[in-house]
């Protein structure tokens, strides 16, 4: 180091010393902080020199010089986002101090750091200093459209024009914004200024677009000839082919989208419109070819699936029909026209079929019910059983849709048939006494009951015909489980179903307690084979629904208080999502579940405990039919502790073997073991969001805590 060196750094350290001392006497001097961090900034000592500016700033905000000053720094010491933060607030102050240039290039750091609204000022700023900035405009104009702001962008684009009117990029720039607004007039009005001031390929391509949005089809014919012959593209040829099928020339519509195609090998829309023109003309194979290739390229691409679906129906490809009407419907909004003649189409192609089955309806019923179209979704299912009247899923499928009144007089007589002519169908007469049930003929429902639950044990146990079977049935039920709904109920009621001493309900889920509790016990014991009234037989039920309702823990009571009560209990996060997504599967919600589960986070901030407990259903009701401890409180407060079995869902179906072992127990009855324990009825669907999941789990934490404190068990559901 040299002496002048020494020297130097000897006087900044007196005059450091000397501010410091200043300072004492005088703290709130703007001034004397500023020439301190200047100081600082001579010895590189950038931190110290920060702190300084920074109470500078902190007396006097308004200080341009020491904002530059203190964004230099920053920006030395590697804080370039605080740093640009600082050189805006100078520039705000004294924009003076800065060119257009810098102006700019301070804009271009600030949307860099996503700070728009920053930007945005700097950009017209810039401007403002030169009106012939034409970079200033461009990232002006786009940084507003970025943020939806089109009709701004439109008037820089104005502007840049008014200051730069021989200029044709501001005026094409104009047009492109003017025709992203379809205001197509003007933005025609723009296309041709640009034409007469620099003719581009670019120009006339889209001057001729707008053309052909006006529906003025020569005039956009003649532009995008023009761009053809200055610079081809395949855009140019595809709305050239739309305008040559409107003007009725389809060979030059063919032409110029295989020309389309020629430039570009991916341009699926050009195969697309090719095939719909073959379609119109019937040249089936060509359009399908067409309609393949645009799948291949963009499987994505809805349209072509309804269209390739009607093409493959003229092939009498009709089982390849099915599946793209079925992949369409699937991916379309509800209520979508689109949607609509999907399933038009998919209903001829099941009428066209040469060799139907009872499966394709039944898929077809799915599907509608899926899409809340309960009415076509009954007839698909009718449809099914005429062809196949042993098809069990389809009668499943109807108990769980809802049925119009105007339905029930064909439904009722589609039954009859079947059980006329195969009455050993046990499910089709219980079905039968549902439907009579609806239309408040309980007598002749009851009847149907009784001979379901006959059929079904004999056909189980054929040497059960040969007991006395008492008529009708005088003792309840031994057993119910009464929730919880996607917890594990279905396999549960298999497994007991397989007990020789068990002989079930004729179908799992009978509502007795909550929706026909008006149709009085008699109907309910239909139900149950009455041989169940001998004390070596149980019988029971499964209405997972049940636990939804207090009052259903009362009826109990009231009819048969010797009941034993069986509930499975499942992560109510799992819970929650699986029964939002049996919901949208069955057509009884059309919500996405990040929407179902924040709206229903809202509404039960504003409800009461007892609102909770006394709810059965509203929709959304994913997460209230998941807190636990209101809905099995009462019921336990209701028939008493030790009428309970209570399982952990994520146990039963981890060790179904052990559990069951406790299920026997609990009814008194030997263990009986099964080879397999299959999982019945579960469910499919999409990974969840983990931000979900987790929204889920610490809303749920501090009720499965009190639900664990209560029943003295502990789930760690995590």
């Known amino acids: 180091?040299?002496?002048?060196?020494?020297?130097?750094?000897?006087?900044?350290?007196?005059?450091?010393?000397?501010?410091?001392?200043?300072?004492?006497?005088?703290p709130n001097s703007a001034n004397l902080y500023t020439d301190l961090g200047d100081l600082?900034?001579?010895?590189?000592?950038?931190?110290?020199?920060?702190?300084?500016?920074?109470?500078?700033?902190?007396?006097?905000?308004?200080?341009?010089?020491?904002?530059?000053?203190?964004?230099?720094?920053?920006?030395?010491?590697?804080?370039?986002?605080?740093?640009?933060?600082?050189?805006?607030?100078?520039?705000?102050?004294?924009?003076?101090?800065?060119?257009?240039?810098?102006?700019?290039?301070?804009?271009?750091?600030?949307?860099?750091?996503?700070?728009?609204?920053?930007?945005?000022?700097?950009?017209?700023?810039?401007?403002?200093?030169?009106?012939?900035?034409?970079?200033?405009?461009?990232?002006?104009?786009?940084?507003?459209?970025?943020?939806?702001?089109?009709?701004?962008?439109?008037?820089?684009?104005?502007?840049?024009?008014?200051?730069?009117?021989?200029?044709?990029?501001?005026?094409?720039?104009?047009?492109?914004?003017?025709?992203?607004?379809?205001?197509?007039?003007?933005?025609c009005n723009n296309f041709q200024r640009t034409a007469e001031?620099?003719?581009?390929?670019?120009?006339?391509?889209?001057?001729?677009?707008?053309?052909?949005?006006?529906?003025?089809?020569?005039?956009?014919?003649?532009?995008?000839?023009?761009a053809v012959k200055l610079e081809p593209t395949a855009e140019i040829y595809y709305y050239l082919g739309l305008i040559e099928l409107e003007l009725e020339q389809p060979e030059g519509a063919i032409a110029s989208w295989k020309q389309a195609i020629a430039l570009r090998q991916d341009y699926f829309l050009?195969?697309?419109?090719?095939?719909?023109?073959?379609?119109?003309?019937?040249?089936?194979?060509?359009?399908?070819?067409?309609?393949?290739q645009v799948i291949a390229l963009r499987a994505d691409f809805i349209p072509v699936l309804v269209n390739l679906g009607l093409v493959q129906r003229q092939l009498e490809q009709f089982d390849l029909a099915i599946s793209c009407y079925r992949q369409a419907i699937e991916r379309l909004e509800p209520g979508s026209t689109l949607e609509a003649h999907a399933f038009a189409g998919y209903q001829q192609t099941l009428e066209s079929h040469p060799q139907i089955t009872a499966i394709l309806y039944y898929q077809y019923g799915k599907l509608l019910r899926a899409r809340g179209r309960f009415p076509r979704a009954i007839a698909g299912f009718s449809q099914a059983l005429k062809l196949d009247p042993y098809f069990k899923n389809t009668y499943i499928d109807?108990?769980?849709?809802?049925?119009?009144?105007?339905?029930?007089?064909?439904?009722?007589?589609?039954?009859?048939?079947?059980?006329?002519?195969?009455?050993?169908?046990?499910?089709?007469?219980?079905?039968?006494?549902?439907?009579?049930?609806?239309?408040?003929?309980?007598?002749?429902?009851?009847?149907?009951?009784?001979?379901?639950?006959?059929?079904?044990?004999?056909?189980?146990?054929?040497?059960?015909?040969?007991?006395?079977?008492?008529?009708?049935?005088?003792?309840?039920?031994?057993?119910?489980?009464?929730?919880?709904?996607?917890?594990?109920?279905?396999?549960?009621?298999?497994?007991?179903?397989?007990?020789?001493?068990?002989?079930?309900?004729?179908?799992?889920?009978?509502?007795?307690?909550?929706?026909?509790?008006?149709?009085?016990?008699?109907?309910?014991?239909?139900?149950?084979?009455?041989?169940?009234?001998?004390?070596?037989?149980?019988?029971?039920?499964?209405?997972?629904?049940?636990?939804?309702?207090?009052?259903?823990?009362?009826?109990?009571?009231?009819?048969?208080?010797?009941?034993?009560?069986?509930?499975l209990l499942r992560n109510p996060v799992d819970r929650a999502i699986s029964w939002h997504y049996h919901k949208v599967n069955s057509g009884l919600t059309k919500l996405d579940l990040p929407t179902a589960i924040a709206t229903e986070i809202e509404r039960l901030a504003t409800v009461t405990e007892a609102e909770i407990i006394n709810t059965g259903f509203y929709n959304p009701d994913n997460i209230m039919s998941s807190l636990y401890i209101y809905k099995i409180k009462p019921w336990i407060e209701t028939l008493g502790r030790d009428q309970f079995l209570i399982l952990k869902s994520e146990d039963f179906y981890l060790n179904p073997q052990n559990n069951m072992a406790k299920v026997f127990e609990f009814l008194n009855l030997p263990v009986n073991e099964l080879e397999k324990y299959p999982t019945v009825n579960a469910g499919s669907y999409r990974p969840t969001d983990p931000e979900i999941r987790a929204t889920l789990a610490n809303y749920f934490a501090p009720y499965n805590k009190q639900l664990e404190s209560y029943l003295g068990m502990e789930f760690n559901w995590e």
Not at 13 to 22: D, G, P, R, S, V
Not at 170 to 183: D, E, G, N
Not at 272 to 288: R, T
Not at 413 to 440: K, S
């Open 398 to 567: 109807l108990q769980y849709t809802p049925i119009d009144n105007s339905q029930f007089p064909q439904l009722i007589e589609v039954y009859r048939q079947i059980v006329r002519e195969h009455p050993e169908i046990t499910i089709a007469w219980g079905n039968l006494g549902d439907a009579l049930t609806q239309q408040d003929r309980v007598a002749e429902a009851i009847e149907c009951y009784q001979t379901g639950s006959y059929q079904q044990a004999i056909q189980t146990n054929p040497d059960l015909a040969s007991l006395d079977w008492s008529k009708p049935k005088k003792r309840g039920p031994d057993f119910i489980i009464a929730g919880a709904s996607k917890s594990g109920t279905s396999s549960i009621y298999y497994y007991l179903s397989r007990h020789p001493q068990i002989l079930l309900s004729h179908k799992k889920e009978l509502d007795f307690y909550w929706q026909h509790y008006s149709r009085g016990v008699d109907w309910y014991l239909a139900h149950f084979p009455s041989i169940t009234d001998r004390p070596d037989f149980l019988t029971g039920e499964a209405t997972p629904n049940y636990l939804r309702f207090p009052q259903v823990a009362q009826r109990i009571k009231t009819t048969f208080p010797q009941t034993k009560i069986i509930i």
């Open 270 to 292: 050009a195969y697309y419109q090719l095939g719909l023109l073959w379609q119109n003309q019937q040249q089936w194979q060509e359009a399908l070819a067409a309609y393949r």
């Open 197 to 226: 001031l620099k003719p581009s390929g670019k120009v006339y391509a889209q001057w001729g677009i707008a053309k052909y949005e006006l529906g003025e089809y020569p005039e956009a014919q003649r532009h995008l000839q023009q």
């Open 40 to 187: 600082y900034r001579q010895q590189q000592q950038w931190q110290l020199a920060i702190k300084n500016y920074r109470q500078a700033i902190k007396i006097e905000p308004d200080l341009a010089g020491v904002h530059h000053r203190l964004a230099t720094v920053l920006e030395k010491n590697g804080n370039q986002n605080l740093a640009s933060n600082h050189l805006y607030e100078a520039l705000q102050l004294q924009p003076q101090a800065f060119g257009a240039e810098q102006r700019y290039q301070l804009g271009q750091t600030l949307a860099s750091q996503k700070k728009p609204a920053k930007a945005i000022a700097c950009y017209r700023l810039a401007i403002e200093s030169q009106p012939t900035f034409d970079l200033a405009y461009w990232s002006l104009a786009e940084l507003l459209l970025q943020q939806n702001k089109s009709e701004r962008a439109v008037e820089v684009y104005r502007q840049g024009v008014k200051y730069n009117p021989e200029n044709p990029d501001f005026t094409f720039a104009l047009a492109s914004a003017l025709a992203a607004q379809q205001k197509w007039v003007r933005a």
């Open 1 to 26: 180091m040299s002496e002048l060196d020494s020297v130097e750094i000897e006087q900044t350290k007196q005059a450091i010393a000397k501010c410091l001392e200043q300072i004492k006497v005088n």
